[in-house]
């Protein structure tokens, strides 16, 4: 299909060029995370009083209501701007959480929490993953008893990213048998300083705690945190990935896509590794920087077929991993290329800071959202008709 913007997107697109740019923060985001999450609530804050805020939401939960392609607009001009990257501390509440409870939450939890995520008052983790239930999460043990009017809570999460710094986590717990698999899950809102919780960090090789092990000891939760149906957290679960592996991938894309083009001028104007001639000179590296901008380009014309569909009311479901498997899978190529062209100055943070720590985080590109693995099973089966 051929994209073209229309004089009203065009319109749009002037305005929020002229947005980002004139607003754009100047002061680079700090190394710690406490610093992190007081700079992206700020930048959250800002973006919410320009008007800004929760672009794809209805306008009666304080979003602007656009049209996919006005999404992709902003994404497009935010990259392009270099505004701060999209997967900051607030995102999860923006992707995730908030979408999630517009379209399955009570109208209780919709008024208290989707202004506070909007606002950047409060920030979200993610209470999916376990030691023996990460690709596999129907495998999760997290145990919920409802006892009255509380559900209460034992167990383990991990990978949590943020959790020690966050206000609320999307938490999923069997409330069904053991053995229930898809059945019997119960998705739930955690206030993270409930007593029985417990957080431990764990550090990263690059000295930061970037997620966390959380443990659950007898943590009562209101039953009125539920969203959806104690027991039918399964389907409210696909609801949240099917925001995720959606627009939600527009942000990211583009960024990387303007980070690819970042790389291809400098390899035209700076030595390669060796130091005698241009990066561009080299026929490998040449190479890479070329089959990696076609496949941003085929990868585009995917997410172009997203929007035409999100803009017809089709959802594409299974789909959307057609586009979020080669995509991750490009992103960690892309900043391993960038390491390969700086050489040994790559792995320098004064030098190279831009591309060192996009490249340590790429390495979780291919495990977030669902696996490689797990993102070919679902095209395999649902998409190809292919055997379990």
Not at 9 to 28: H, P, Q, S, Y
Not at 292 to 315: F, G, T, V
Not at 317 to 337: K, V
């Amino acid at each position: 299909m051929e994209y073209r913007d229309s004089i009203e997107d065009r319109r749009f697109r002037e305005e929020v060029r002229e947005w980002v740019r004139a607003n754009n923060l100047t002061k680079r985001r700090p190394d710690t995370f406490a610093e992190q999450i007081a700079y992206d609530r700020a930048w959250q804050r800002k973006q919410f009083d320009g008007g800004w805020a929760g672009l794809a939401w209805p306008k009666e939960y304080g979003g602007r209501g656009l049209s996919p392609t006005q999404q992709l607009i902003w994404s497009e001009e935010y990259a392009s701007a270099h505004c701060p990257s999209v997967h900051d501390s607030c995102w999860l509440g923006l992707n995730h959480a908030g979408p999630t409870l517009i379209v399955r939450g009570t109208e209780a939890q919709k008024s208290f929490h989707l202004p506070r995520i909007l606002k950047g008052e409060s920030t979200w983790c993610q209470g999916f993953s376990e030691p023996n239930a990460g690709s596999d999460l129907a495998a999760l043990r997290t145990r919920g008893v409802v006892d009255g009017n509380h559900l209460v809570v034992n167990g383990q999460k991990i990978w949590t990213s943020f959790a020690q710094l966050t206000d609320y986590q999307e938490l999923l717990v069997r409330t069904g048998p053991a053995d229930g698999r898809h059945h019997g899950l119960t998705w739930v809102i955690c206030d993270m300083r409930l007593p029985g919780i417990e957080i431990r960090p764990i550090k990263a090789l690059d000295g930061i705690f970037h997620n966390c092990e959380v443990f659950y000891d007898n943590v009562r939760i209101p039953l009125t945190n539920v969203v959806g149906e104690v027991n039918e957290g399964w389907s409210v679960v696909m609801t949240t990935f099917l925001f995720e592996r959606g627009s939600a991938a527009f942000g990211s894309f583009c960024q990387v896509a303007e980070a690819l083009e970042g790389l291809i001028s400098y390899a035209r104007s700076h030595p390669g590794p060796g130091g005698t001639r241009r990066a561009i000179e080299d026929g490998t590296i040449a190479d890479r920087l070329g089959l990696a901008r076609a496949q941003l380009q085929s990868l585009r014309a995917l997410m172009y077929m997203m929007i035409e569909a999100a803009e017809r009311n089709i959802d594409l479901g299974a789909e959307g991993s057609l586009m979020h498997l080669p995509y991750t899978e490009l992103d960690e190529a892309i900043y391993r290329l960038a390491i390969d062209i700086f050489g040994p100055r790559g792995m320098s943070r004064s030098e190279a800071h831009d591309w060192i720590m996009p490249y340590f985080k790429s390495f979780s590109a291919t495990i977030a959202g669902g696996t490689s693995e797990i993102q070919r099973n679902i095209i395999g089966e649902r998409l190809l008709g292919l055997p379990r």
